[in-house]
């Protein structure tokens, strides 16, 4: 799998765990500002920082960096990478993402733990 597609998929796969239905306002409101740290079963680690309300920043595994964008898209967090990816959203939210929040799920990739932390975490 490309670093890209990796990214996508634990990017997706943390957020998918964080569904059902919140209040449309509030589901992003709580990344702003915070970095999703996504810890996978071979102990990579990606982070995603949600710089603004349209901008995130990846520090890959690898330490590079990559812009990207997100939006909410009525209860999904939907994030875009380059103009050659498609746009990719969650399922609607159950609890919206706060700095504190953690869990962990498992997907075709094995489990991935997830976590919000206040700030920038790179």
């Given at each position: 799998m490309?670093?890209?597609?990796?990214?996508?998929?634990?990017?997706?796969?943390?957020?998918?765990?964080?569904?059902?239905?919140?209040?449309?306002?509030?589901?992003g409101?709580?990344?702003?500002?915070?970095t999703?740290i996504?810890s996978?079963?071979?102990?990579?680690?990606?982070?995603?920082?949600?710089?603004?309300?349209k901008?995130?920043?990846?520090?890959?595994?690898?330490?590079?960096?990559?812009?990207?964008?997100?939006?909410?898209?009525?209860?999904?967090?939907?994030?875009?990478?380059?103009d050659?990816?498609?746009e990719?959203?969650?399922?609607?939210?159950d609890?919206?993402?706060?700095?504190g929040?953690?869990?962990?799920?498992?997907?075709?990739?094995?489990?991935i733990?997830?976590?919000?932390?206040?700030?920038?975490?790179?």
């Amino acid at each position: 799998m490309t670093l890209s597609g990796l990214l996508r998929a634990a990017f997706l796969s943390a957020l998918f765990v964080l569904t059902a239905s919140a209040a449309r306002a509030d589901v992003g409101s709580g990344l702003i500002g915070n970095t999703v740290i996504l810890s996978a079963a071979d102990g990579a680690v990606t982070r995603v920082f949600y710089q603004d309300e349209k901008t995130i920043i990846i520090r890959a595994t690898d330490g590079t960096l990559a812009m990207g964008q997100w939006r909410v898209r009525d209860n999904s967090i939907c994030t875009k990478m380059g103009d050659s990816q498609p746009e990719n959203c969650t399922a609607a939210i159950d609890q919206p993402p706060v700095a504190g929040s953690a869990g962990v799920i498992t997907g075709e990739h094995g489990d991935i733990r997830w976590s919000v932390i206040a700030g920038k975490g790179f």
